[in-house]
């Protein structure tokens, strides 16, 4: 079954990407772009000079679809993972690129080059290659995507840094065992308590990771036996041990069980889901739900929303039990 809600970064609940987002490919793949209106492909190559300074020409491309709207997906000539997509309009839609530290436009060198000073005061660390990417929509004002906004991203000694129009907003490092906060690691281990009543045994610990955003700090706990079957993520707040998000998949509706089991999804009444949500909270985010208002997802099939004057908003996601594996505060 697909998620009903994207995730930045692993273990984090982020705004729920809204179905008209889902990109459905056409099974005709086009490798000529004589095919293509010109009007489509000058209009695709202008945005991409007007990003990254340079002009590109095209090697591959191949129509889409997203419910009403429709048009061509191109690949970037001489980059391997790149993407370009343009309404049949000539509106682009999105730019996807990884891009060679050399090939960077002056401006964005030395955007990266700040941010670099930032995380790694007093060094001199590059990157070999920067990740550009900017999307077009009418986001909601507290999606984690801004309409049109520069994002670049690139990893460096065992960290990863995203900026926005060129201000640094995350920094994601990769902890080795020594690195780990034992406190923070032991509140983790304590959630186990609480999805051991659902079924869900205790893993070890295959990954940890330290972000920074908007000030904040937390940690993301990745538990799992092996690399072929659903992990555990736990996000806990550093310096309070606070948990602030869990996904257990493990729980989840597989897609092969998603057809039998959509009336039942549907059935549960919100009262019932809050009532559940109440003694999953308290025992997986010791939080009480007294005094909070549940709602559906609106256009989503098993996504809840908990809200309370003047405090975060939980979100949710259930089973076909009407069990939560996906709990937390929404960004």
Do not use: C
């Amino acid at each position: 079954m697909t998620s009903v809600l994207a995730s930045t970064v692993p273990g984090m609940i982020a705004q729920a990407v809204p179905a008209q987002m889902e990109k459905q490919v056409t099974e005709t793949s086009v490798t000529s772009l004589k095919d293509v209106d010109s009007k489509i492909v000058q209009a695709a190559q202008k945005k991409l000079e007007e990003i990254t300074g340079k002009t590109y020409t095209f090697s591959k491309n191949e129509p889409w679809s997203i419910r009403e709207d429709s048009g061509w997906s191109f690949e970037v000539q001489g980059l391997e993972h790149s993407q370009v997509m343009v309404k049949k309009t000539g509106e682009v839609q999105n730019v996807f690129l990884d891009v060679k530290w050399n090939d960077l436009k002056d401006s964005l060198k030395q955007e990266m080059k700040a941010a670099l000073q930032q995380v790694f005061p007093g060094s001199n660390l590059q990157v070999d290659e920067v990740n550009l990417s900017v999307q077009y929509g009418d986001f909601p004002a507290n999606h984690p995507i801004k309409n049109g906004a520069v994002y670049m991203h690139a990893d460096i000694d065992k960290t990863s840094i995203t900026l926005e129009n060129g201000k640094l907003i995350t920094i994601f490092k990769s902890l080795t065992p020594e690195e780990v906060d034992k406190a923070a690691l032991k509140a983790a281990e304590g959630v186990f308590v609480g999805l051991n009543s659902l079924g869900l045994q205790k893993k070890p610990l295959k990954t940890s990771s330290l972000t920074v955003k908007d000030g904040k700090e937390i940690y993301t706990f990745t538990f799992s036996d092996s690399d072929t079957e659903s992990p555990v993520f736990i996000v806990v707040e550093k310096g309070t041990n606070k948990i602030m998000n869990i996904q257990a998949r493990g729980l989840e509706d597989t897609t092969a069980e998603y057809a039998t089991v959509r009336d039942k999804l549907e059935g549960y009444s919100e009262q019932q889901l809050l009532k559940q949500a109440t003694v999953q909270a308290k025992q997986l985010l010791s939080m009480d739900l007294t005094g909070y208002k549940v709602s559906k997802a609106p256009q989503m099939l098993n996504a809840v929303y908990f809200t309370k004057k003047g405090t975060p908003t939980l979100v949710g996601q259930y089973n076909s039990k009407g069990q939560f594996y996906v709990l937390g505060f929404k960004e």
